[in-house]
């Protein structure tokens, strides 16, 4: 009797073991569906910020020392001295301070000549200064004088001759004028 019951006890065992049935349809038996853990995902509390102050963004300048054709000593390539008329901020923190030192360039020079022809110089801004680093900058600004053509004109009728030698105004930029330039690079901020 007890090999009987080994022998029961083998085959209970052996059932266990054994796979599934397959139905009638011919397809295995679905498996019970195992559920896996996630992990839990990380709450974020703010969204993340950059501080950037972006290209574009107004740098206003003002002119360090006067420029004119006047003299006929202005070139073309000649570099001009300008200041930070105003603090550049990326909200409450100063990024470019009030006084910073700024530099142009002189792109085009024509002097007043005979026949009334007036002055003309056209500059662009080149960069700032802060600290060490040199930003770079943008923007144009420029200054034509007075044509002469009315006084050529009235000289003319008079005496002919006397219109070659009436000319035009100096161009002339002032020290304090205004020049408005822009950033020409994106500024990644670190605020202490």
Do not use: C, H, Y
């Not at 009797?1 to 065992?13: D, I, K, R």
């Not at 969204?47 to 574009?56: C, I, K, N, W, Y």
């Not at 105003?86 to 006084?99: N, Y």
């Not at 009334?116 to 056209?122: A, F, L, Y």
């Amino acid at each position: 009797m007890s090999s009987f019951v080994a022998a029961l006890a083998a085959l209970v065992a052996l059932q266990a073991t054994a796979p599934q049935a397959v139905p009638a349809t011919g397809q295995p038996a679905p498996r019970p569906a195992v559920i896996a853990q996630v992990p839990p995902r990380a709450v974020i509390i703010s969204p993340p910020t950059e501080s950037v102050l972006r290209a574009g963004t107004e740098v206003p300048l003002i002119m360090a020392e006067s420029i004119t054709t006047n003299g006929k000593k202005l070139r073309v390539g000649q570099r001009i001295r300008m200041q930070v008329a105003t603090d550049v901020r990326l909200g409450s923190a100063v990024v470019i301070p009030v006084g910073s030192l700024a530099e142009g360039e002189v792109t085009d020079v024509k002097n007043k000549g005979m026949w009334g022809k007036s002055g003309r110089i056209e500059a662009r801004v080149l960069n700032v200064r802060v600290g060490d680093r040199l930003i770079r900058l943008t923007g144009t600004f420029d200054d034509k004088g007075v044509t002469g053509t009315a006084a050529v004109v009235t000289s003319i009728v008079l005496l002919p001759l006397a219109g070659f030698f009436v000319t035009g105004t100096s161009a002339n930029i002032p020290a304090g004028s205004g020049v408005k330039a822009f950033l020409d690079e994106d500024l990644r901020i670190v605020v202490p």
